[in-house]
């Protein structure tokens, strides 16, 4: 059986795959029910496979991805900073939801909220595009849609192309954009893997991944991916229960069109969450310390999640060298949750909890809150796009043109009911035993559509056999409609980039692009404020070994923005108290990033990186200063020749002192390494 594989010539070449070896005896191992605890527990997995593995498909890095400019070409070729995490490095490592891979991600910092809760970084910036097979869907963090829990066993690999990805999303923070790319029916005969795993604090998880042809030659496929997890934690009450399912169908229709067609859901249920943290500190100003197992949450409190989307994916190859590509998907997620929250200090003497705005007078002295919130985001998409090659002036260029439509609705629901002193009583014996709320109705919290039609282009010119120029633009018409205002912006976002081959292995790049990004604060006098706007620079260093299956890049960037709301502390007249914002300008982050990715040798797979970076406003003020500014990351592991289903491994991430402000306390968090 042969299939392709792609070099930096845009040539494809054949390699041979082994036969597959028959059977599904492992099937034996599926039980009924589980799910999984984090990498640093104890954990034992059993696992069984239906086929040989191919070195390739053990690697930590790819031969060529799309990521940054839709069109295919090795990482060296890409002018920006990439990191793709594997499907083998998400085994190793037991990467298991979409959070766990970007903890372990080159520049990308966590700030944790509670619980469940959790928004990520890069270079000083909160990430809110994430896309689906090239499709963005936008996240809010004030609603908690547990996309970050999303399962990595239905996903081949995750693609991270950190700073502004214009291009790519039109719109967005230049922090990030995070693709996770979907496993596909591929192998025309059957191939299956079933895991089973158990851990600490009750976890179990059980997965199966089976593929088959469903007609005689092969030409149409299907590929089931199904699991479930169960866990408790190391939070008292906390309980976590997950079940995940794709399925889907990829048929040759002929010998230049393939048909991709399927369908995914994911239901996580979660038991007495934490909704924010514990309470820091006592009214005298010093602090509290706490055993990790103790939860503000009672034993009521809950977080459900399910999501759903059907997908489909239409390609045709025509004029030897070109592709086009349809991608359409519709998808629904949806949450409903109650849970309990404390803001408050503690009393050392007696344990009563007071409340930060008590000295307001009366009815201010609430201790914290209760809320029953429920909702559910509406995404359709569409992607149409063609990319190929082209000759001119004697050599080979590339081009990519498309356009996209998405419609995404967010709309929400929410009761909330303040908590008294009295009610909670000494917050040393609160143990969960706390009487749920009597809820009102709830009422209408958000309900917003945001439109995005796009238009964009790209090339790829070879000016010289070692030199490449790539060109691009987005045009961006966004609308967005709301309960209270509606909103139209056009923009064009170009984007540049200079490749220089320096030999066979080692490249050097330059690039450029702008930033756009939309926002919804007001000024004093009830005008929303300008879209961001700004500048990304990126200069680099990278090579590719063995046929890209090792990878570096070193890269340096600096991000300018304008147009940044800043609060002004007041309100703005004759609304509900809502707060003015200014537009600051002159806000910059600046660093260098390392990163290692691959094999080193056949057997032993390495991802190191590490990366400093400063993000300022214009008055010398920290950007985000809960967040580290240097960290390193680290994982290895090494398939023993004399056993070679034996595999051993290990890492470690380490970050500098972060400094959280709360109110007017600072409060300075150590450096950590896990």
Known sequence: ??????????????????????????????????????????????????????????????????????????????????????????????????????????????????????????????????????????????????????????????????????????????????????????????????????????????????????????????????????????????????TFFSGIVDADLGDLTTLSAGYEYQRIDVNSPTWGGLPRWNTDGSSNSYDRARSTAPDWAYNDKEINKVFMTLKQ??????????????????????????????????????????????????????????????????????????????????LMFGGSYSKQNNRYFSSWANIFPDEIGSFYNFNGNFPQTDWSPQSLAQDDTTHMKSLYAATRVTLADPLHLILGARYTNWRVDTLTYSMEKNHTTPYAGLVFDINDNWSTYASYTSIFQPQNDRDSSGKYLAPITGNNYELGLKSDWMNSRLTTTLAIFRIEQDNVAQSTGTPIPGSNGETAYKAVDGTVSKGVEFELNGAITDNWQLTFGATRYIAEDNEGNAVNPNLPRTTVKMFTSYRLPVMPELTVGGGVNWQNRVVYRHRDTVWHLPRRAR
Not at 193 to 217: C, F, H, I, M
Not at 371 to 383: C, E, I, P, T
Request: proline share 3%; net charge negative; hydrophobic share 35%.
């Open 1 to 242: 059986m042969l299939s392709t594989q792609f070099n930096r010539d845009n040539q494809y070449q054949a390699i041979t795959k082994p036969s597959l070896l028959a059977g599904c005896i492992v099937l034996a191992l599926l039980p009924s029910a589980a799910f999984a605890a984090p990498a640093t527990e104890e954990t034992v997995i059993v696992e069984g496979s239906a086929t040989t593995p191919v070195d390739d498909e053990n690697d930590y890095s790819v031969t060529s991805t799309s990521a940054g400019t839709k069109m295919q070409m090795t990482q060296r070729d890409i002018p920006q900073s990439v990191t793709i995490v594997s499907q083998q490095r998400m085994e190793d490592q037991q990467l298991q939801t979409l959070g766990e891979v970007m903890e372990n991600t080159l520049g990308i910092s966590k700030s944790q909220a509670d619980s469940d809760r959790a928004l990520y970084y890069s270079r000083g910036f909160q990430i809110d595009n994430y896309m689906v097979d090239g499709i963005p869907t936008y996240f809010e963090s004030r609603w908690n849609l547990g996309d970050a829990l999303s399962d990595m066993a239905l996903f081949e690999r995750v693609e991270v192309v950190r700073g502004a990805t214009g291009l790519m999303t039109g719109t967005g923070n230049p922090s990030a954009a995070i693709n996770m790319v979907r496993k596909h029916a591929t192998s025309r005969e059957f191939k299956g893997d079933v895991s089973a795993e158990y851990g600490s604090w009750n976890k179990e998880r059980y997965v199966a991944d089976l593929q088959s042809p469903l007609t005689e030659d092969g030409k149409i496929r299907a590929r089931i991916v199904g699991g479930y997890q169960n866990n408790d934690s190391w939070l008292d009450r906390y309980n976590s229960e997950k």
């Open 317 to 398: 190859r025509f004029a030897d060298t070109w592709q086009a590509t349809l991608n359409a998907t519709h998808s629904e997620v949806e949450f409903d949750s109650k849970m309990m929250y404390v803001d408050a200090y503690v009393n050392k003497a007696d344990g009563m909890l007071v409340g930060p705005y008590s000295n307001y007078g009366p009815g201010f002295d609430y201790v914290g809150g209760t809320g029953w919130n429920s909702g559910k985001r509406k995404v359709d998409a569409l992607d149409l796009f063609a990319d190929g090659s082209y000759e001119l002036f004697g050599r080979q260029h590339n």
